[in-house]
């Protein structure tokens, strides 16, 4: 896993300076296969197909604690706001954590994120222009 593309792509996605297929298309190319967002930690593991693993903060300042009680409405909307208008990846975490998003694993050769939350609620969202039938 190439180290120095995951560290810069992880930091584009907190400065919102990157789309998310384009961080999506850097992630692959350096070897990710998933990573794993901890709002709770507070960062973002990165996994490749060998084993390898790679941690980075999440370091935005003044984020609400996660909520209790899962809101799949709330994330949805907050999802459909990042994919249609561009929202800053700083307000979505804030929004997916008063949505009650403990976390989430962003598949990337599966093409979708499961996301969940304190009391094991979960919500899969397929990446655009994917789903069952059409993913790798």
């Known amino acids: 896993m190439n180290s120095k593309t995951v560290t810069e792509a992880a930091r584009a996605t907190l400065d919102g300076s990157i789309s998310f297929p384009e961080i999506v298309r850097r992630l692959i190319e350096a070897g990710v296969e998933y990573y794993h967002v901890d709002y709770v930690a507070l960062c973002k593991r990165f996994y490749s197909a060998s084993g390898d693993v790679m941690t980075t903060a999440i370091s935005y300042e003044g984020l609400p604690p996660v909520a209790a009680e899962f809101n799949s409405g709330g994330l949805r909307a ?6 249609r208008n561009g929202q800053h990846y700083r307000d979505f975490t804030r ?3 008063e949505a009650g998003v403990q976390g989430y694993i962003a598949f990337l050769r599966g093409q979708r994120v499961t996301y969940w939350g304190r009391g ?3 919500h ?5 222009g994917a789903g069952p039938t059409n993913s790798k």
């Open 78 to 83: 907050a999802i459909l706001d990042s994919q």
């Open 95 to 97: 929004r997916a954590m």
């Open 120 to 122: 094991g609620d979960q």
């Open 124 to 128: 899969t969202e397929w990446f655009p």
